[in-house]
Structures are given as structure tokens and as C-alpha cells.
């Protein structure tokens, strides 16, 4: 998680991980480590049929890298932070407040955005420049095959980047990915924006729509959130007192519980579960994992000992009502190992070790 300078990302870190930063935390200028759970309705509904005796969300860990300003990113350290993360959330600032400054005097998330993703991509030009340095006196000495053949791949990235696009935008061959995969390209990462709005802005989703449009050629999803009416509906005591403040906002489920599925999307995971009176269990597996892979999640043995996996579907199951029913309706299904998971599967695996 990035951002300016109060932009609401501490508050969204500690909302999403409900772990409030220490000052010490705060003071380290380290990244800030927590671990949020994916909040999924369809889990919910789950616990409720099945009424087990333990329940697991699954879960991803997020990390709160510190403030984007010219000192951190001249410095350099906090491309580090970020290169050694899967994925990037980026948080804008899109709300007014005069108590709070905004570090350009003026708030403008396109601009914002704009400067951020320059900076990342600036970022990843810089090393290929001085790596190219140094493959060209490698060439010049030895004609070595395999720095010529890197220095070409680079140059394509080079183009890229200097046409202001992202390198998750450009189609590399199997060989061009492995070749680059140990080099700390920051704009290679999957990313999307939470707009920070004020809650009188909730409604209004013009700013959010346009920059949709705007951002989808260069693969960046946004969403936005009110973190100050996320923090009121956590503040309140019951389900009840929270359902009854979001239905006067009009809103239909917490932003946060979105944001942590937009974090498993961007990550290019998918959700399935397993369920029973003893536990129902969500579990996270990359999308297009075949039902081996996914066993694999739960348990390595589960993978190696593989025979078949017995698929329900989650809407069969409660548009149905019962296990009882999805077997009877001819919809509970037997597969084998090439068989590919999908988002929301019910999965009971069998398997011999």
C-alpha cells in the first residue's frame, strides 16, 4: 500500500488489518507488516448453512510502505520496499479538508496519479540504463551471446518505458520473462487506486468512472472508499447499528470487505472452500490453478496423493438449499486432475499418500 503524504492510506492499512501502527512502527520508516482477512459474503452464507465448529477466512498480508515524497523517492529505499511485493495498491487522496494539507497545495488525483506512476516507471528506465552500461562494456570485451541477447530484450523494455506506458502492458515471451525476473522492475507489478472521497462524495462516481477509462489501457483498476465512514461503521457496536448507518449512506457492503477482494484479483488469485460441521475454510490459489494445484493449498500431501476432487458450486448450492439437494439434482461433480478451478468452488479432495 503507497501513497502521498495524507492521503488516508494509514487509516486504510489499519481498517483492511485491524493493526494499529506503534509509534515505533511509525518512526522506523520500514514498512509496516499486517495480515488482512479476505471478507467474502459468500463465506457468511457458508458458516450459516453448515453452522461449524470452526471457521478460517483466508487471509494475504499487506504491507504499509512509508510516505512517497521527493527525499524517499531520491533516496531510492522505498523502491526496495516495494519491488519485494507481489502487487501494489495505490491510495489517492480525492477528499477536501482544509485541517488536512495536501504536500502540492492543492488536490487533483489525476495529477497524483500521474506523478506516481512516472516515478515508478522513471524508476525501472534508471536501471536499465545503467545495466545496459555495463552489458555494453561486457560485449564490447567478450561478445558474449548472452548479454547481446539481454541487451536487445532491455532495449524493447526501454522503448516501452520511454513511451510513458507500464512493462506490465507489454507481451514478453516465456524466455524474456525469465531472463528479467531477478531485475527489480516496479512497473511489471499488477496495480489498482483507491480513491480517498469525502462522504458526501459517496454517491458521486463520475471522478472514479473517468479514471477507469482512462487508466484501463495501462491494466490499473479503481475503486473508491470514504475511509472516515469505514472507520464510523467499524466504530459502531452491533450488525445491526452497522446495517442501519450504511442503509442510511446507501451503501450495500463495507468498502473495505471490497478492497480485500479487489487485492486477491490484482494478485490473480481466486477463492474456493472447503466445508463441513467441523470447519468451513476459505482458501486463496492462483486463477486457472487445475484441482492438484489448489489441493496444494491446503496441504502438499494433498497434491501428491491426489485422485479426484468432488466439485459443488457455490450457487447451486444456494439456490438449492442443501448438499443433500446439489447431489440429488445431478450437480455434484467428480474431477480429475486436469480439471481447472473456479472462483467460489466447493471442493472436498480425495487423495492417497
Given at each position: 500500500m503507497i501513497g502521498?503524504?495524507?492521503?488516508?492510506?494509514?487509516t486504510?492499512f489499519?481498517l483492511?488489518?485491524?493493526h494499529?501502527?506503534?509509534?515505533?512502527?511509525v518512526?522506523?520508516g520500514?514498512p509496516?507488516k499486517?495480515?488482512?482477512d479476505?471478507?467474502?459474503?459468500r463465506f457468511?452464507k457458508l458458516?450459516?448453512?453448515?453452522?461449524?465448529q470452526?471457521n478460517?477466512?483466508?487471509?494475504?498480508d499487506?504491507?504499509?510502505?512509508?510516505?512517497?515524497?521527493k527525499?524517499?523517492?531520491?533516496?531510492g529505499d522505498?523502491f526496495k520496499?516495494?519491488?519485494?511485493l507481489d502487487?501494489i495498491?495505490?491510495?489517492?487522496?480525492?477528499f477536501s479538508?482544509e485541517?488536512?494539507?495536501?504536500v502540492d497545495g492543492?488536490?487533483d488525483p489525476?495529477r497524483?496519479?500521474g506523478?506516481?506512476?512516472s516515478?515508478l516507471?522513471?524508476h525501472?528506465?534508471?536501471?536499465i540504463?545503467?545495466r545496459v552500461?555495463r552489458?555494453?562494456?561486457t560485449i564490447k570485451?567478450?561478445?558474449?551471446e548472452?548479454?547481446?541477447?539481454?541487451r536487445e530484450?532491455?532495449?524493447?523494455?526501454k522503448s516501452h518505458?520511454?513511451?510513458?506506458?507500464?512493462?506490465r502492458?507489454l507481451?514478453l515471451t516465456?524466455?524474456?520473462?525469465k531472463?528479467i525476473?531477478s531485475y527489480?522492475f516496479?512497473?511489471?507489478?499488477d496495480?489498482?487506486i483507491v480513491l480517498?472521497?469525502?462522504?458526501s462524495?459517496l454517491?458521486?462516481?463520475?471522478?472514479?468512472?473517468e479514471?477507469?477509462?482512462e487508466l484501463k489501457?495501462?491494466?490499473i483498476d479503481?475503486?473508491q472508499?470514504?475511509a472516515?465512514?469505514?472507520?464510523?461503521i467499524?466504530?459502531?457496536?452491533?450488525?445491526a447499528?452497522?446495517?442501519?448507518?450504511?442503509?442510511?449512506?446507501?451503501?450495500?457492503e463495507?468498502?473495505i470487505?471490497?478492497?480485500?477482494?479487489?487485492c486477491?484479483?490484482?494478485?490473480n488469485?481466486?477463492?474456493?472452500?472447503?466445508v463441513g460441521?467441523d470447519e468451513?475454510?476459505?482458501?486463496n490459489?492462483?486463477?486457472?490453478s487445475?484441482?492438484?494445484?489448489?489441493?496444494g493449498a491446503?496441504?502438499?500431501?494433498?497434491?501428491r496423493g491426489f485422485?479426484?476432487?468432488?466439485?459443488?458450486?457455490?450457487?447451486?448450492?444456494?439456490n438449492l438449499g442443501?448438499e443433500?439437494q446439489?447431489?440429488?439434482?445431478?450437480?455434484?461433480y467428480?474431477?480429475?486432475k486436469?480439471?481447472t478451478?473456479e472462483d467460489?468452488?466447493?471442493?472436498t479432495?480425495?487423495?492417497?499418500?
Amino acid at each position: 500500500m503507497i501513497g502521498l503524504p495524507q492521503v488516508g492510506k494509514k487509516t486504510l492499512f489499519e481498517l483492511i488489518t485491524r493493526h494499529k501502527p506503534t509509534e515505533a512502527e511509525v518512526a522506523s520508516g520500514r514498512p509496516i507488516k499486517g495480515v488482512a482477512d479476505i471478507l467474502d459474503g459468500r463465506f457468511d452464507k457458508l458458516i450459516s448453512i453448515y453452522k461449524p465448529q470452526k471457521n478460517v477466512r483466508a487471509r494475504i498480508d499487506i504491507e504499509l510502505i512509508p510516505k512517497l515524497e521527493k527525499d524517499s523517492i531520491a533516496k531510492g529505499d522505498i523502491f526496495k520496499d516495494i519491488n519485494e511485493l507481489d502487487a501494489i495498491c495505490h491510495v489517492v487522496r480525492a477528499f477536501s479538508d482544509e485541517s488536512v494539507y495536501h504536500v502540492d497545495g492543492s488536490i487533483d488525483p489525476k495529477r497524483d496519479i500521474g506523478f506516481v506512476n512516472s516515478e515508478l516507471i522513471l524508476h525501472d528506465l534508471i536501471f536499465i540504463e545503467k545495466r545496459v552500461e555495463r552489458l555494453d562494456k561486457t560485449i564490447k570485451q567478450t561478445k558474449e551471446e548472452a548479454a547481446v541477447k539481454e541487451r536487445e530484450v532491455l532495449g524493447k523494455l526501454k522503448s516501452h518505458l520511454e513511451k510513458d506506458l507500464p512493462l506490465r502492458t507489454l507481451d514478453l515471451t516465456s524466455d524474456d520473462k525469465k531472463l528479467i525476473s531477478s531485475y527489480p522492475f516496479i512497473s511489471r507489478k499488477d496495480m489498482f487506486i483507491v480513491l480517498n472521497v469525502s462522504e458526501s462524495a459517496l454517491k458521486d462516481t463520475k471522478l472514479q468512472v473517468e479514471l477507469t477509462s482512462e487508466l484501463k489501457p495501462i491494466k490499473i483498476d479503481v475503486m473508491q472508499v470514504s475511509a472516515k465512514v469505514e472507520e464510523e461503521i467499524t466504530a459502531l457496536d452491533s450488525e445491526a447499528e452497522r446495517l442501519e448507518f450504511m442503509q442510511s449512506l446507501g451503501i450495500n457492503e463495507p468498502a473495505i470487505n471490497l478492497m480485500t477482494q479487489l487485492c486477491l484479483r490484482t494478485l490473480n488469485l481466486i477463492s474456493f472452500f472447503t466445508v463441513g460441521p467441523d470447519e468451513v475454510r476459505q482458501w486463496n490459489t492462483k486463477k486457472s490453478s487445475t484441482a492438484p494445484e489448489a489441493a496444494g493449498a491446503i496441504h502438499t500431501d494433498l497434491q501428491r496423493g491426489f485422485i479426484r476432487a468432488e466439485v459443488m458450486k457455490y450457487d447451486d448450492l444456494i439456490n438449492l438449499g442443501s448438499e443433500e439437494q446439489v447431489k440429488s439434482s445431478g450437480k455434484y461433480y467428480l474431477k480429475g486432475k486436469d480439471y481447472t478451478v473456479e472462483d467460489g468452488d466447493i471442493l472436498t479432495i480425495r487423495f492417497n499418500v
